[in-house]
Antibody, heavy 119, light 110 residues
């Protein structure tokens, strides 16, 4: 069974930093593109970032470009999201998501971790 | 990267069919047959219901179907059931390794 477990969320002040982690199991982690998708309280879903199989090309939404960095450690089956210069509008539940290979869609989601940016 | 446009809410009675539209642009929905649809219950993670416009993952009921015409994609749910009451989001690949979601549609089963 595919499992994605996020951790690292919490309360942080504007301008601060936070690193999210996502531990994967139940599939060959190194064979899949992985994503971060977020959802602000009471709002819709928003693509944040994607990373290819070996950590090569990475992609970002304009709203986080230059502030967030996605990375992965295939030996640890773990996905990361380093967030810096955080803003109040970054407050959201952050989901770790597995790509449905070749279909440009998201077939497995973690339970999410809440990031709250507030003074 | 503007969000795709979905109706805020739709409703239907048990047994009926409903359709949720998702309008994008020639840069996303219109350029690729890569629209996906997600179902989300309150407080839960989204679930993939449709991918590549009209394909259903294993385990998803055949009451769910997807289609596309031009810059607009659609999700149809037939034989509406109480358990279908949830939020639904469309999503399209938008080039350069990015994706764009719709604002979400709340489905109410009357």
């Amino acid at each position: 069974e595919v499992q994605l477990v996020e951790s690292g969320g919490g309360l942080v002040q504007p301008g601060g930093s936070l690193r999210l982690s996502c531990s994967a199991s139940g599939f060959t982690f190194s064979s899949y593109v992985m994503h971060w998708v977020r959802q602000a309280p009471g709002k819709g879903l928003e693509f944040v970032s994607a990373i290819t199989f070996n950590g090569g090309p990475t992609y970002y939404a304009d709203s986080v470009k230059g502030r967030f960095t996605i990375s992965r450690d295939n030996s640890k089956k773990t996905l990361y999201l380093q967030m810096s210069s955080l803003r109040t509008e970054d407050t959201a539940v952050y989901y770790c998501v597995k790509d449905l290979s070749g279909s440009y869609s998201f077939d497995c989601w973690g339970q999410g971790t809440l990031v709250t940016v507030s003074s | 990267q503007s969000a795709l446009t979905q109706p805020a809410s739709v409703s239907g009675s048990p047994g009926q069919s409903i359709t949720i539209s998702c309008t994008g642009t020639s840069s996303d929905v219109g350029s690729y047959n890569l629209v996906s649809w997600y179902q989300q219950y309150p407080g839960k993670a989204p679930k993939l219901m449709i991918y590549e416009g009209s394909k259903r993952p294993s385990g998803v009921s055949n009451r769910f179907s997807g289609s596309k015409s031009g810059n607009t994609a659609s999700l149809t749910i037939s034989g509406l059931q109480a358990e279908d009451e949830a939020d639904y989001y469309c999503c399209s690949y938008a080039s350069s390794g990015t994706w764009v979601f719709g604002g979400g549609t709340k489905l109410t089963v009357l």
